[in-house]
């Protein structure tokens, strides 16, 4: 399949060593915002959410913080594993169903 | 059950040309989503179906592109006089109703190839 990502941002960690993956966004009025991981040739799959009125959400090895006042967010892996090899994706929501996706950061686990 | 299927998974067309591309949604969900995704970037939204009715078509480029889900499950985009900017990753993704999340998880497809040479 297609190899999406070939000029994103780039972080390279160890297995087993935690992962974190930044990412503004850009409108304050958004209410959701999402992670999605995307492996080569596949569409993105959902890994986690968190709504705005929360700074902090955990799900199995991964917390995504959330920072209203700049904007930010990030995804956090525990444990980094060689499956987690791709490339990330945040994205917005504004309660409503469209959804904007941020640019990437492709994520390389060293075994 | 099956997921998100496109098809065609590639598609090579030359420009100026018609192009029909298929979406088959998780069965029972009745929201349906088109993305198009350019190397090295994210899924850019183009249009989103309630049922049979494009809810929001805000993010088609222009009138050579256009949508149908006449019987509000199974999605066609259809992009007329094909220009090689068109060249993409075209996404599909569904959702069904909200159980309590916080967000109607969207199931993605693996999307359509396409080129325009």
């Known amino acids: 399949g297609e190899s999406v990502g070939l000029h994103l941002p780039t972080l390279s960690v160890q297995e087993g060593d935690n992962s974190i993956i930044n990412c503004a966004y850009s409108?304050?009025?958004?209410?959701?915002f999402i992670w999605y991981k995307q492996e080569s040739g596949k569409g993105p799959q959902f890994i986690i959410d968190i709504r705005s009125n929360m700074d902090k959400r955990q799900g199995q090895r991964v917390t995504v913080l959330l920072n209203k006042t700049v904007k930010h967010l990030s995804l956090q892996i525990a444990a980094t594993q060689p499956g987690d090899s791709a490339v990330y994706f945040c994205a917005e929501n504004t309660g409503g169903f469209k959804t904007i996706f941020g640019a990437g950061t492709r994520l390389f686990v060293k075994a | 059950g099956a997921g998100v299927s496109q098809t065609p998974s590639n598609k090579v067309t030359e420009k100026g040309k018609y192009v029909e591309l298929r979406c088959d949604p998780i069965?029972?969900?009745?929201?349906l989503y088109w993305y198009r995704q350019s190397l090295g970037q994210g899924p850019e939204f183009l249009i989103y179906f309630q049922g049979t009715g494009a809810a929001d078509d805000s993010g088609l480029p222009n009138d050579r592109f256009f949508a149908v889900r006449p019987e509000g499950s199974v999605s066609t985009l259809k992009i007329q006089r094909t220009e090689r900017g068109d060249s993409a990753v075209y996404l599909c993704a569904s959702s069904g109703v909200r159980r309590g999340g916080l967000y109607n998880e969207q199931f993605f497809g693996p999307g359509t190839r396409l080129t325009v040479l």
């Open positions: 409108n304050s009025a958004s209410d959701y």
């Open positions: 069965s029972g969900h009745t929201a």
